[in-house]
């Protein structure tokens, strides 16, 4: 053994315990760390504690607490008639929930409304849940054969013809204005100070209007030896079956890669008549109910389901469009989506109902809210533009070069490489806007529809129950409505950022 040293030292008593480390985990450590970890936090902490307590708390009390649940008029809802402070009156929201949900729609055909959303939630939820098949066939339904069921479900009537003869009748009615507004256009590009768009967009008018002079003989001659056989509903409802699947087989690519878009396209055609010969469509169908009637909840759900699901095509088209190599496609673009993007929602719904049937020809009449329907997807259209543009321009050159060198064509290179890869990163942008539509669907009440906010204001003028709290109680029943709706779209974004995002994690 070595013997031990001068210099070494030995310790003879235990070392002191430390202090244990600070809790950075669970509630303790949440205000620790978070709340309370500076001076300047304990400030911001104290002053969102007192704001919640005066917000949170009376809000709560007057909706829950001090609520009234039962009543037959406004007598149960005053504070004289009750004895103590009287919240929210809920026996007026349900005695009104009928007209807030359905507006003026005849009580006897309200089960065409209950039908019509419980299709569209039993094909929504499938198509909302990636890991559930057919997701082809459940969109292709969806977009295209619940429409036209919807449509008749809740307006009612019969069918005279299917696309082919819709489309000889429209283009016969557009045929001369068409042409006509081109060459107004023209003209005023000889004078006007904006001569060179007047005269590109009048000229791109003009051919069109040519291209539907010569398309129209070959259809209404074909619609009138369909008129002439004696079914002709199903004759025509044959042709533009076997039209329309012809197109989707050819762009699905064909014999390679078009026979599940060609099974989808025979799929929601055959969905459609069983729906028709259900429905009786080809005999008069099911009672009218006019629009005006409509009301509640339901113009609300229709006007944004049908603005979100029309105005992203428009916008991908019109993206595509601004960034295209062909000057009058580029032009009319630009034109399109500055001109929509330039003039408040306010004034696209004044225009759609009130001065739309001026530059229509003259036995040619479009539906109060079908003109709202379009006016609100063009409106949304051209920002859903900038969206996917903004999406387009993140993606790099290098996915095209590779693309190209694979030999695939701009079709199959847009719609298989860039556009996915460009949706993908406007998700959250797509999913604002589609949230600032479902809510922005109550300025349809200054051009006479009804929505949610409508009927709401619409009941309040019921003197049964008039009592100082109604409006409130009205007012915080829409806002949850409108909460539960914009509150699930963000969610549901997250989650398919999230999913779509997955392979980028560590």
């Excluded at 034109?335 to 929509?340: D, T, V």
């Excluded at 051209?382 to 701009?410: F, M």
Aim: hydrophobic content about 55%; some cysteine.
């Amino acid at each position: 053994m070595t013997d031990i040293t001068a210099s070494t030292f030995v310790r003879e008593d235990l070392v002191s315990e430390r202090p244990a480390p600070v809790k950075t985990t669970g509630f303790v450590g949440l205000l620790r760390t978070r709340l309370f970890n500076s001076p300047t936090n304990i400030l911001l902490t104290i002053v969102g504690a007192l704001l919640l307590w005066f917000t949170i708390i009376p809000a709560v009390r007057f909706l829950l607490v001090d609520a009234v649940w039962t009543g037959q008029d406004r007598g149960a809802c005053l504070a004289e008639n009750a004895g103590f402070s009287v919240g929210a009156c809920w026996p007026y929201i349900r005695a009104k929930l009928p007209q807030l949900i359905y507006g003026f729609y005849p009580e006897a055909e309200r089960w065409r409304v209950n039908l019509a959303l419980i299709l569209a939630a039993a094909l929504l939820l499938p198509l909302l849940i990636p890991r559930l098949p057919a997701k082809g066939l459940n969109a292709s339904l969806f977009f295209f054969a619940f429409p036209v069921v919807a449509f008749f479900l809740l307006h009612g009537g019969g069918i005279s013809g299917f696309g082919l003869s819709w489309t000889a009748g429209l283009l016969e009615l557009f045929d001369d204005s068409i042409g006509s507004a081109g060459q107004v256009l023209l003209s005023l590009s000889k004078t006007s100070a904006i001569a060179p768009l007047l005269w590109v967009v009048g000229k791109f008018i003009v051919l069109v209007g040519i291209a539907i002079h010569w398309l129209i003989f070959p259809l209404t001659w074909l619609r009138d030896q369909i008129q002439a056989s004696g079914q002709s509903v199903w004759v025509d409802f044959a042709i533009t079956t076997a039209v329309v699947s012809l197109i989707v087989f050819v762009l699905g690519g064909g014999m390679r890669s078009g026979g599940r878009a060609l099974a989808s396209s025979i799929v929601t055609f055959i969905a459609i008549a069983i729906v028709v010969k259900l429905m009786g469509l080809d005999h008069g169908g099911l009672p009218i109910v006019a629009t005006n009637l409509w009301g509640g909840l339901l113009v609300t759900l229709v006007v944004s389901v049908t603005g979100i699901v029309t105005s992203l095509p428009i916008g991908i088209a019109l993206a595509l469009g601004r960034r295209a190599s062909i000057p009058l496609i580029r032009i009319f673009s630009i034109a399109f989506i500055e001109f929509w993007r330039g003039v408040p929602l306010i004034t696209v719904l004044f225009f759609a109902s009130y001065m739309l049937p001026l530059f229509l020809p003259g036995n040619f009449t479009v539906d109060g809210l079908v003109r709202a329907l379009i006016g609100i997807a063009l409106f949304t259209g051209a920002y859903q533009a900038e969206n996917v543009r903004g999406g387009l321009a993140a993606i790099p050159r290098g996915q095209n070069e590779a693309a190209a060198a694979l030999g695939l064509s701009w079709w199959k290179t847009t719609s298989l490489i860039v556009l996915p890869q460009a949706l993908r990163h406007v998700i959250p942008n797509l999913v604002n806007s589609f949230i600032s539509l479902f809510k922005d669907t109550s300025l349809v009440s200054i051009v006479a529809l009804f929505d949610l906010l409508g009927s709401l204001r619409a009941s309040f003028s019921d003197p049964k129950w008039s009592t100082p709290s109604t409006a409130f109680t009205g007012f915080a029943f829409a806002g949850i409505i409108y909460f539960i709706f914009c509150f699930g779209m963000s969610r549901y974004s997250l989650f398919v950022e999230r999913r779509l995002n997955a392979h980028r994690r560590n």
